[in-house]
T-cell receptor, first 116, second 115 residues
């Protein structure tokens, strides 16, 4: 595997279910991100991790719970979601979080989440 | 907060022709980076081109070039000799040099290439 991978690619869940999204980066990067992509809206940054420490949480509801066990893996645990949470969830990584750097972000293919 | 505006939700271009995608942004910073990302139907977003705000010369990458107008806060993408593989969503993004590491994305432009 190369780049950034995400599993599953598609997920359908009920509002009372608990599920997890997984992201893995094979690039040796130190920073990882979760984004929510909804139609006709800008990408919404949800969480940022640097060297397994959460450095940013953009007012995301507590029904989304991130976990970063090491710098290569990032999870997004989901529980009691709402239908409006249906979206494409993208994971990304970048070399570093050093301010001033123009490191690009490398994206995974995303998980298409549908909440019934 | 910085905002990025892409005013063209959809664009189309004939194969082999040239198309320009618009992007404007709002910021009070003087130093920043701008990016264009491409998201094909398979959904993996990839970087197309990037520009440092302190560089006056417009960035180019093969058939892709930008028109960066700092005073107007405009950053358009020109695709020359359009190919069928260029069909995708294109996102403009901004990243400040001093205000953390957040990327701000526009809403995207869906580009159709007509054979």
């Amino acid at each position: 595997e190369t780049g950034v991978t995400q599993t599953p690619r598609h997920l359908v869940m009920g509002m009372t279910n608990k599920k997890s999204l997984k992201c893995e980066q094979h690039l040796g990067h130190n920073a990882m991100y979760w984004y929510k992509q909804s139609a006709k809206k800008p990408l919404e940054l949800m969480f940022v991790y640097s060297l397994e420490e959460r450095v940013e949480n953009n007012s995301v509801p507590s029904r989304f719970s991130p976990e970063c066990p090491n710098s290569s893996h990032l999870f997004l645990h989901l529980h009691t979601l709402q239908p409006e949470d249906s979206a494409l969830y993208l994971c990304a990584s970048s070399q570093d979080l050093a301010a001033g750097g123009m490191d690009e972000q490398f994206f995974g293919p995303g998980t298409r989440l549908t909440v019934l | 907060a910085q905002t990025v505006t892409q005013s063209q939700p959809e664009m189309s271009v004939q194969e082999a022709e040239t198309v320009t995608l618009s992007c404007t942004y709002d910021t009070s910073e003087s130093d920043y980076y701008l990016f264009w990302y491409k998201q094909p139907p398979s959904r993996q977003m990839i970087l197309v081109i990037r520009q440092e705000a302190y560089k006056q010369q417009n960035a180019t990458e093969n058939r892709f070039s930008v028109n960066f107008q700092k005073a107007a806060k405009s950053f358009s993408l020109k695709i020359s000799d359009s190919q069928l593989g260029d069909a995708a969503m294109y996102f403009c993004a901004y990243k400040g040099m001093r205000t953390g590491n957040q990327f701000y994305f526009g809403t995207g432009t869906s580009l159709t290439v007509i054979p």
